[in-house]
C-alpha cells in the first residue's frame, strides 16, 4: 500500500494474447457471439473496480494490407473507450507497437515500475512467459496479478505471480450483462 494505504493498480494487457485467449475460451464454450466493444469494455471495468486503476493496453498496429484486418476492429473505438473510462476515473491509454514488439513495449513500461512507489499492484493480462523474470523482481516489491486464459498461461508465470485470475471465470459474466 502507499502512504495513504489507497490501492493503486498499474494493468498492462497484452491485446493480441488477450483476444486470442478470448477466442479460443468463446470457441471451447461453443459460443457464436462476438466478444464486442461492450464486453470489452466489462472486463476493463472489471479489472479496475476498487481501486485507482491506469490501464496501458499494447496492440499491434492495423495492416492495410491484411484483408483479414480490412474490417473495423474493437481497436478502432479505443478512442471513445478512453473516454467513457475517464469519465468513470479509469485512466486507459493504448499504445500501438509501431516497429517495436508489444512484448518490448511492455517489458520497457513494466521496468519503470521498479521505481514507481506510488503503484500498489502490477496487473499483466497476458499468458506470455516472457514476462516471468521481470515480474519477479516486481514480486518482490509489488502484488503481482496475471491475467490470462486458463488453458493458455505459462507455468513460469503462475511461479512468480502473487495471484492468476483466469479470463474464462469472467467470460461467461461478461456476456451475459
Known sequence: MNENNEIRRKVFIDYENFMGAVTDILKNKSQ?????????????????????????????????????????????????????????GINFD???????????????????????????????????????????VLSEQKKVVVVSGEGCCSGLLKEVADEIQYIDDKIDNIMSS
Not at 466493444?37 to 473496480?49: G, M, P, T
Not at 521496468?111 to 499492484?121: K, P, S
Request: a negative charge; proline letters at 3%; hydrophobic letters at 35%.
Open 94 to 136: 493504448t499504445f500501438s507497437a509501431g516497429r517495436v514488439s508489444v512484448d518490448s513495449r511492455i517489458f520497457a513500461a513494466l521496468a519503470t515500475m521498479v521505481r514507481d512507489d506510488t503503484i500498489t499492484e502490477i496487473y499483466l493480462v497476458s499468458g506470455d512467459g516472457d514476462y516471468a523474470e521481470t515480474l519477479q
Open 32 to 88: 457464436s457471439s462476438r466478444f464486442g466493444y461492450s464486453h470489452f469494455k466489462k472486463f476493463l471495468e472489471l479489472l479496475a473496480q476498487d481501486a485507482s486503476t491506469e490501464i496501458s493496453c499494447y496492440y499491434e498496429p492495423k495492416d492495410p494490407r491484411n484483408e483479414k484486418q480490412s474490417k473495423t476492429r474493437l481497436i478502432d473505438y479505443f478512442p471513445i473507450l478512453e473516454w467513457q473510462l475517464e469519465k468513470q
